[in-house]
């Protein structure tokens, strides 16, 4: 229930992130490459897609490290409702809750730090070279 109305949430934002991405390229970008002769396919490829990836590429790291986020709070509430079902008042009486969360929780740092580095490492090769 909660999942599936997250991702489409999600998938909103990132939709709309691409479609102003694609619109803050200048019209006269796409008019010179029509004027070259370039279809409109390879003009997108070859000339709006890589401009517009430099605005696209900063918000969509944020939406994911975000995506990542919420579905780790969907899984923490889902986690004790499937903990308490399964093992009830003895796993509780072990101690073992606190040490479980506490790994899950470090799970879902490393998957955040490794997607925020991912998508570093791809924002400084798209980024615009300076001289």
Do not use: H
Not at 30 to 41: D, K, M, Q, S, Y
Not at 64 to 77: D, F, P, Q
Not at 84 to 106: D, F, K, P, S
């Amino acid at each position: 229930r909660l999942t599936w109305r997250m991702w489409v949430y999600t998938g909103a934002f990132i939709a709309e992130i691409v479609r102003a991405g694609i619109l803050a390229v200048s019209k006269g970008q796409t008019e010179a490459a029509f004027a070259l002769g370039l279809r409109p396919r390879r003009t997108m490829s070859l000339v709006v897609l890589p401009q517009a990836l430099r605005v696209i590429v900063p918000p969509l790291i944020s939406q994911y490290l975000n995506l990542t986020k919420n579905s780790s709070l969907a899984i923490a509430v889902g986690y004790m409702d499937l903990r308490g079902t399964l093992g009830g008042t003895t796993l509780n009486q072990t101690g073992r809750e606190m040490e479980a969360m506490v790994l899950m929780m470090g799970i879902y740092l490393a998957l955040s730090l490794i997607i925020s580095a991912g998508m570093n490492i791809f924002n400084a090769r798209v980024k615009l070279k300076e001289r």
